[in-house]
């Protein structure tokens, strides 16, 4: 196994789901598990919060969750794109729910549908103010109206996503909230069947319960961080880091005064040192942006990353006084004392949570502890 790995830790990920179900009263949960499960694996991290209580998953394209349906898990399933003409077929063989927010798509699920001689489960999806996806809320009295009287559709929901849930400024997200509990009423009034009620994601689990409803949709927070680490990190709901990301050095070699080091010699040795050449590189989803910027821990000591991180390597500057061997596990990512956090990550590189995450590769192995 190379030396470069991530450590997933599923007591800790159960955790998160246990404090995010306490924290919301028991609602249904849907585990966003799209992109790999934002690097951590999407059938593990699927059947081990399923097993831990949640009850349904949410994911970005076809192909993810017929990679969840392969491997035998049988939890809903929720789409929240928009799936291509040729993918409707197996949406509606596999039972996979799509968010729905136009006829034009409703229909085409109705036709597929039939030609099943199924009925098929659609939440429709309503824009409250976020511009991406979903209807007018103007215009979600008919959509709800044609699939409910549809032979061959069911109306399993109606949600919304929320644009600004993550920051201290509470107006737009309470206006959204606001026309998603109008538009609930009038369908009420009407006697038009919505089924679930479905809007909060991490940020709104920690700062909405008036956004609850009947179910919530956590994504970041159930791998243990809020959207915003800095303005959120004193409120984040005892929600606790899943992954962290160790190496080891291949080589140690001394530089002089005045040498270089890696590609554009945007380091230039100020006195002779040592350095360790790491086994890990933004091809392993360490941010390039932390070129010259970041640090790692060795033996419980910073040690900073100097010149460009490289494709799959990078540079640390061990200093005139070697201390470490090349055997020495090199923290790149973790949540111990010490060590370089995703907080230390994010406000370095100048990126967000997900572009750390979501970009390690199938190359660097998972190892699953605490299973």
Known sequence: MRPTKARIDLDLYRHNI?????????????????ANAYGHGSVKMAKVGIE???????????DEALELREAGIAAPIFLFTVADVSEVPQLVRFDIIPFVSDLAYIKQIEREAQNQEKVAM?????????????????????????????KNLMMGGLCTHFSLSDISDRAYTLLQINRLNLLVDTLRSQHIPYGLVHA??????????????????PGLGIFGYP????????????????????????????????ESVSYGRTFVAENDTHIGVVAAGFCDGYPRSLSNKGFVTIKGKHYPVIGMVCMDQL?????????????????????????????????????????????IPARVPKVYINE
């Open 315 to 359: 540079i640390v500057d061990l200093g005139r006084d070697l201390q470490v061997d090349p055997d020495d596990t090199v923290v790149l990512l973790g949540h111990g004392r010490n060590e370089p956090t995703m907080v230390d990550l994010t406000q370095r590189g100048n990126i967000i949570v997900n572009e750390v995450i979501c970009r």
């Open 200 to 217: 909060a994601n991490t940020g709104a689990i920690i700062q909405y319960p008036e956004a609850y409803y009947d179910m919530v949709r």
């Open 52 to 62: 831990a209580g949640a009850q349904a998953l949410g994911v970005a394209t076809v």
């Open 227 to 258: 959207p915003d680490l800095i303005h959120m990190g004193r409120d984040r709901a005892d929600l606790r880091p899943v992954l962290s990301m160790e190496t080891k050095i291949g080589l140690i070699k001394t530089i002089k005064k005045g």
């Open 18 to 34: 246990r404090v995010i179900s306490k924290k919301t009263g028991g609602r249904k949960i849907c585990l966003v598990v799209k």
């Open 122 to 150: 659609v939440h429709l999806k309503v824009d409250t103010g976020m511009g991406r996806l979903g209807c007018r809320p103007e215009e979600a009295l008919s959509l709800a109206s044609f699939v409910g009287n549809s």
